[in-house]
């Protein structure tokens, strides 16, 4: 089973930026769509992005189109969020999700589509 473990999350001022990663372990890396979520108080969990495996094709939500980039470095097991021009309403727990895919540029936008998340990490945006 594939285990992942989120980090790079705290406390920044609107305006500023954070890179989040996703380590990731227990099965070939390469094979498995990396995405992110996002979960607020009260809220639904979210999709923000994702990557396919073969790291050619990413998917973003409109609310984050332009300021966020994901990533990944299949050699370090590892996937990334760089996170720019941060916003308060960005102010959520981070899910880092992952599921295993035999199509090199697919990447999935739903919740129910992955099999494998992360403990999280808290993301605080001040004013």
């Known amino acids: 089973q594939v285990q992942l473990v989120e980090s790079g999350g705290g406390l920044v001022q609107a305006g500023g930026s954070l890179r989040l990663s996703c380590a990731s372990s227990g099965r070939t890396f390469s094979w498995y769509i990396m995405g992110w979520f996002r979960q607020a108080p009260g809220k639904e969990r979210e999709f923000v992005a994702a990557?396919?495996?073969?790291?050619?094709?990413?998917s973003y939500a409109d609310s984050v189109k332009g300021r966020f980039t994901i990533a990944r470095d299949n050699a370090k097991s590892t996937s990334y969020l760089q996170m720019n021009s941060l916003k308060p309403d960005d102010t959520a727990v981070y899910y880092c999700?992952?599921?295993?895919?035999?199509?090199?540029?697919?990447?999935?936008?739903?919740?129910?589509?992955?099999?494998?998340w992360g403990q999280g990490t808290q993301v605080t945006v001040s004013s």
């Open positions: 990557i396919s495996w073969s790291g050619d094709s990413t």
């Open positions: 999700a992952a599921v295993r895919t035999r199509y090199s540029s697919t990447t999935n936008s739903y919740p129910r589509d992955y099999d494998y």
